[in-house]
């Protein structure tokens, strides 16, 4: 869109230049050296004569020229007649001289030019308002991303801990396994420890009875 190029931005070519009814295609480029102009829509560099400005505007940037027709006072010019620059005696470089040096006289902007001057900047602000509502919207596009993300990193946060918490259980469930059957290991060493003492005292207890009996 073209909201971006202001009134303070869209300066026409020079001030000598502007002819009234060409003021608002002069608003759309700026001078590049004293035989050309720079697009200020696309940086294409061009020739200063109004018909390929307006060609220009209509070839490369179609929805703006379609806006400014709907605002002239007068019709455009026909872009493929014999009007052309190619075969009007009254080339490019001669309608731009014809117009640096009626520019210098050039007489106040009518009634017409006023309001489609107005009309322009009316555009303009209405497509600058236009994108500063895509501005917010993608402001808050990118809010509602990084809540997501915010919320998918706490999840992800969240089911790590229950994993290390679960993890944790497990391991201290399996170290008072172990510990158990450490305990109950020594308790059967014990135990077995025990029984052979007993066996070894009921094997001497047996012998020491035979050896009364025989004395």
């Known amino acids: ?17 502007v002819r009234a ?40 940037h179609p ?13 455009p010019t026909p872009l493929n007649s014999s009007q052309d620059s190619n075969t009007n005696p009254e080339s490019d470089e001669a309608l731009w001289g014809t117009e640096q040096s009626d520019a210098q006289g ?17 555009l303009i602000e ?4 236009t994108q500063k509502e895509e501005a917010r919207t993608l402001e808050h596009q990118r809010e509602l991303l990084e809540k997501l993300r915010a ?11 229950q994993i290390e918490s679960l993890r944790k259980a497990q391991q201290e469930e399996a170290n008072d396994l172990s510990r158990q059957r450490e305990e109950l290991q020594k308790e059967k060493e014990e135990l077995q420890k025990k029984w052979e003492e007993l066996q070894q005292e009921r094997e001497e207890l047996l012998l020491f009875s035979r050896e009364q009996q025989v004395s």
């Not at 050039?106 to 009316?122: C, V």
């Open 151 to 161: 919320a998918s990193a706490r999840e992800a946060a969240a089911e790590r801990e």
């Open 126 to 129: 209405a497509l600058r308002r």
């Open 21 to 60: 009814r060409s003021s608002v295609v002069w608003s759309f480029f700026e001078n590049n050296d004293s035989r050309s102009v720079r697009c200020l829509l696309c940086k294409l560099v061009e020739s200063g004569g109004v018909s390929n400005l307006r060609r220009h505007l209509s070839s490369k």
């Open 63 to 75: 929805k703006v020229y379609s806006e400014l027709l709907s605002t002239q006072q007068y019709p």
């Open 106 to 122: 050039a007489l106040k902007m009518s009634e017409g030019e006023k309001r489609t001057l107005k009309r322009e900047r009316e």
């Open 1 to 17: 869109g073209w909201a971006r190029y202001t009134e303070s931005k869209c300066q026409p070519v020079s001030t000598a230049m």
